[in-house]
Structure formats: structure tokens, C-alpha cells
T-cell receptor
Framework: GAVVSQHPSWVICKSGTSVKIECRSL??????MFWYRQFPKQSLMLMAT?????????EQGVEKDKFLINHASLTLSTLTVTSAHPEDSSFYIC??????????FGSGTRLTVV | GNSVTQMEGPVTLSEEAFLTINCTYT??????LFWYVQYPGEGLQLLLK?????DKGSNKGFEATYRKETTSFHLEKGSVQVSDSAVYFC??????????????FGSGTRLSIRP
């Protein structure tokens, strides 16, 4: 079946630095990538939707200049958390979509900003 | 707008007990419905899905039936195991596999099975 490889699985960074999270679709082409954020013991909240080659669409309340999303190819999408602060600490999950495999989720990245 | 409501947890059961996790939804048209499972520290895995009314999704002993008349998609399993301990999310999407359609998740239900 389809796999979305998400890296890193966990990262600790200092406040003020930037962190990049990668999601690669293996064995399929993800025409759309969804990025979610999950706080402890809470549900997944959609942050943005990105289509290959075009700008991401952000959900209301999500700062596009802080959470930079790039979807340069059908197999790679990245989320960069810029100037991270402790309140950005969270679990980030991507989901690649195509018509054959549907929605395939990455394994998630736990970000801790200290 | 579309929304999903599922029973709050945590739910604690003994091994081999019967499980029901309730899920109801609000949506226009004919959404597709899903149950996802999340094991500790991991991402989401699709457990089962149903794309039209009266469809029954099933996998690993879990079942859920798409009930349009009651707008429900309750998850059931006849005999749970310790390995079923996880968080379960009910979800819907209005347009399947389209870039125009996002998945709406319920709040999640934490299930703990004791030996």
C-alpha cells in the first residue's frame, strides 16, 4: 500500500530557530498534501492544504508566514516552522492524497521548542 | 458546516469485552465516513471507511455502519484485545480524495483495555 514517510519523527529546537519537516509519498504521487497539528490529547486540526506547484491554502487563524509550506513535487512537501516558540510545540502530521490510495498519513513529527 | 461528534473518553474495558464508540455527524449531501486509529506516539492509520448510506466498513474485527437516517457511524468490536488500546478518531469528508475536501475529525476517544 501507499506510504508517506515523514521526517524527523521528533525534534527539539531552541526558541527563535526554524525547523523543517518533510513528507515524502512513496510509491504514489500525492496531488494534495494536508498538514495537521495535534495538541496533547486533542484532535487533529487542519493547518493548510497544498497542491503540487501552487501556493498552500491556510485555515483561518494559521499564520502563513510562520508555517511555510512548499509542495514542489508530487512526492515531496515540506512544512517549515519559522522562528519557533514554545507555544509551537506540538505533534505535526501530514497526509498525502490521491485517487487510488485515498488519504495516507505520515507517522508524525513531535516538535519541542525550548 | 460539517462536524463530527464522538463520545468522550477515556473508555476502559476488560479484555474480550464488547466495544461501542459512538459517532454522529453533521454534513450536507453524502459525506464519506472514516474511523482512524492512533497508537501512542504514532500517526494515524485508516481502520475502516464507508462511502454511502448503509455501507458497512470492517477491518480487524471492527465494524461500523453508515446510518444516514440517524447520521451515525458507531464503531463496534465484539471482543477487544489489549493491543486495541489506542485513540480512535471518527472523521468525514464531503468530497472523497479531492484537493477541495479536507477531513474533519472528531475529538478522539482514548480506549484502554486491561488484561
Amino acid at each position: 500500500g501507499a506510504v508517506v514517510s515523514q521526517h524527523p519523527s521528533w525534534v527539539i529546537c531552541k526558541s527563535g530557530t526554524s525547523v523543517k519537516i518533510e513528507c515524502r509519498s512513496l510509491d504514489f504521487q500525492a496531488t494534495t498534501m494536508f498538514w495537521y497539528r495535534q495538541f496533547p490529547k486533542q484532535s487533529l486540526m487542519l493547518m493548510a492544504t497544498s497542491n503540487e506547484g501552487s501556493k498552500a491554502t491556510y485555515e483561518q487563524g494559521v499564520e502563513k508566514d510562520k508555517f511555510l509550506i512548499n509542495h514542489a513535487s508530487l512526492t515531496l512537501s515540506t512544512l517549515t516552522v519559522t522562528s519557533a516558540h514554545p507555544e509551537d510545540s506540538s505533534f505535526y502530521i501530514c497526509s498525502g492524497t490521491d485517487r487510488v490510495y485515498g488519504y495516507t498519513f505520515g507517522s508524525g513529527t513531535r516538535l519541542t521548542v525550548v | 458546516g460539517n462536524s463530527v461528534t464522538q463520545m468522550e473518553g477515556p473508555v476502559t474495558l476488560s479484555e474480550e469485552a464488547f466495544l461501542t464508540i459512538n459517532c454522529t455527524y453533521t454534513a450536507t449531501g453524502y459525506p464519506s465516513l472514516f474511523w482512524y486509529v492512533q497508537y501512542p506516539g504514532e500517526g494515524l492509520q485508516l481502520l475502516l471507511k464507508a462511502t454511502k448510506a448503509d455501507d458497512k466498513g470492517s477491518n480487524k474485527g471492527f465494524e461500523a455502519t453508515y446510518r444516514k437516517e440517524t447520521t451515525s457511524f458507531h464503531l463496534e468490536k465484539g471482543s477487544v484485545q489489549v493491543s486495541d488500546s489506542a485513540v480512535y478518531f471518527c472523521a468525514l469528508t464531503s468530497v472523497l480524495y479531492s484537493s477541495a475536501s479536507k477531513i474533519i475529525f472528531g475529538s478522539g476517544t482514548r480506549l484502554s483495555i486491561r488484561p
